[in-house]
C-alpha cells in the first residue's frame, strides 16, 4: 500500500516570494506518477503539476516546480513570485502506473499568501 | 468538450434520509472514481467503477453505501439512512481507458446532513 505525507499542515509567505512544500511518499513500485494538486476556497481540485517517476528531469509549469528525489521519496512543490491567487490547499497524490487506479493523497499543505 | 459534472452541488438531508450523488464523466470516458474529503482532511478514495462493473470498492464503508456506473446515465453514490459522520465533500473524477495518470476531477457534491 502506498502512503503520502505532508508533513506542513500550514504555510504563509508574504506576496511575491517563493515558497517550498513539502511532500515525502511510500511506495514499492518502480513506476509511478506524482500530482500536486490545488484546492481553492471553491473545493475545485485543480491540477498543479505533475511528475512521472522515470523521468529524471524535474517538471516545471510556469511559477510552479518540483524537487523530485526517487531515492529519498520527496517530491516538493516549488511556487515562485507567490500571488494571492496561490492562497489554498495543496494536496500531493501519488498513483501506480500499471493501468487506471486510485490516487492516494496526502493531508494537505494550507497555504496563505499575504499581501 | 464539457469537463466532468456532478449534481447535485449541495444536498442536504436528515439523519436517517438517503442521499444520491450523481456523476457524468467527461465525454469518452468510461471509468469513474469516487473520492470522499471530510472536513479539514484530504480526499480519500471510496470507489472504481467501469460501465456497469464496479472494478475496486476497498474505500467504500461496508454498509450504507453503494455505487453504480450503469450502461446510460451518470454513475450514482447512494448513501442510505444518512448519520451526521457523512457529512463531507464527495468528488467525482473519471479517466479515459489505460492511463494511469489521467483523472479530470468535478467540482464535488457538498453533503450537509442535519
Known amino acids: 500500500a502506498q502512503t503520502v505525507t505532508q508533513s506542513q499542515p500550514e504555510m504563509s509567505v508574504q506576496e511575491a516570494e517563493t515558497v517550498t512544500l513539502s511532500c515525502t511518499y511510500d511506495?514499492?513500485?518502480?513506476?509511478?506518477?506524482l500530482f500536486w494538486y490545488k484546492q481553492p476556497p471553491s473545493r475545485q481540485m485543480i491540477l498543479v503539476i505533475r511528475?512521472?517517476?522515470?523521468?529524471?528531469q524535474n517538471a516545471t509549469e510556469n511559477r510552479f516546480s518540483v524537487n523530485f528525489q526517487k531515492a529519498a521519496k520527496s517530491f516538493s512543490l516549488k511556487i515562485s513570485d507567490s500571488q494571492l491567487g496561490d492562497t489554498a490547499m495543496y494536496f500531493c497524490?501519488?498513483?501506480?502506473?500499471?493501468?487506471?487506479?486510485?490516487?492516494?493523497f496526502g493531508t494537505g499543505t494550507r497555504l496563505t499568501i499575504i499581501p | 468538450n464539457a469537463g466532468v459534472m456532478q449534481n447535485p452541488r449541495h444536498l442536504v438531508r436528515r439523519r436517517g434520509q438517503e442521499a444520491r450523488l450523481r456523476c457524468s464523466p467527461m465525454k469518452g470516458h468510461s471509468h469513474v472514481y469516487w473520492y470522499r474529503q471530510l472536513p479539514e482532511e484530504g480526499l480519500k478514495f471510496m470507489v472504481y467503477?467501469?460501465?456497469?462493473?464496479?472494478?475496486?470498492e476497498s474505500g467504500m464503508p461496508k454498509e450504507r453505501f453503494s455505487a453504480e456506473f450503469p450502461k446510460e446515465g451518470p454513475s450514482i453514490l447512494r448513501i442510505q439512512q444518512v448519520v451526521r459522520g457523512d457529512s463531507a465533500a464527495y468528488f467525482c473524477?473519471?479517466?479515459?481507458?489505460?492511463?494511469?495518470?489521467?483523472?479530470?476531477f468535478g467540482p464535488g457534491t457538498r453533503l450537509t446532513v442535519t
Open positions: 473524477a473519471s479517466s479515459p481507458v489505460g492511463l494511469a495518470d489521467e483523472q479530470y
Open positions: 497524490a501519488f498513483i501506480p502506473n500499471f493501468g487506471n487506479e486510485k490516487l492516494t
Open positions: 511528475q512521472e517517476a522515470y523521468k529524471q
Open positions: 467503477l467501469q460501465k456497469e462493473n464496479i472494478i475496486d
Open positions: 511506495t514499492s513500485e518502480n513506476n509511478y506518477y
